[in-house]
């Protein structure tokens, strides 16, 4: 039987896709080794890395992420010719500090997440 040519087996009107030849394996929970005492330390570390992270990112997101809407209030509200230095100062002025504060944050956090696990 000859092979189909690359048109007929993905048109529309051509047989569907097969399953994949060799299936990805699935992990048996049974045979997953078990967890070592030592290694709870460590989990706690990452969960609390993990947690600061996504604490920081929110932060950054939400603050960031409304210079849109205070834009839009700024030119919505015919403020004259004071709306150019009200954007500048919230453009370029505005973001740094709470990049700066939010950076520091997350640092002190980190590092006093890795001194609770390792003693210091």
Known sequence: MPNPSLAERWSPDGPA??????????PDP????????????VRLLI???????L?????????????????RILSSGGA????????WLLLGVAPYPVLLCTGAWYV????RNEGDVTGR
């Open 17 to 26: 896709p097969t399953a994949r030849a060799f299936p990805r394996p699935r």
């Open 30 to 41: 049974a045979r997953r080794p078990p967890r070592r005492p030592e290694d709870a330390p």
């Open 47 to 53: 969960r609390r890395q993990l947690r600061a992270a």
């Open 55 to 71: 604490t920081a990112t929110v932060l950054l997101a939400l603050s960031l992420g409304l210079l849109p809407v205070l834009l």
């Open 80 to 87: 004259g010719h004071d709306v150019p230095l009200a954007v």
């Open 108 to 111: 002190r956090r980190a590092e």
